[in-house]
Nanobody, 127 residues
């Protein structure tokens, strides 16, 4: 059974930092493309960052230069380092997984293409 469990969310002031983690179990972690998505109240879920099985990465324009996605295959863990946080980053953050080489074949990450999801972790950034 595939499981993704996020942690690391919280409340910070604008300009602060948080690191999200997602521990994965139930499949060969290193062979999958992993992504972070977020959803704010009243808004659609949006892709934040992705990392594929060859460690290629992609970022939403709104987070480029501030967020860094990484993975530790030995620990079956995905990370999202978030710096210079802004109030507009406030959302529920989800990690998700899909088949490997996804970023090679797609110009953008679509949530409907991701098969496995965590339960989410809340990030709140105050002005």
């Amino acid at each position: 059974q595939v499981q993704l469990v996020e942690s690391g969310g919280g409340s910070v002031q604008a300009g602060g930092s948080l690191r999200l983690s997602c521990v994965v179990s139930g499949y060969t972690y290193g062979s999958y493309c992993m992504g972070w998505f977020r959803q704010a109240p009243g808004k659609e879920r949006e892709a934040v960052a992705g990392i594929d099985s060859d460690d290629s990465t992609v970022y939403a324009d709104s987070v480029k230069g501030r967020f860094t996605i990484s993975r530790d295959n030995a620990k079956n863990t995905l990370y999202l380092q978030m710096n210079s946080l802004k109030p507009e980053d406030t959302a529920m953050y989800y990690c998700a997984a899909t088949r490997g080489w996804y970023l090679l074949e797609h110009a953008a990450m679509l949530s409907t293409d991701f098969d496995y999801w965590g339960q989410g972790t809340q990030v709140t950034v105050s002005p």
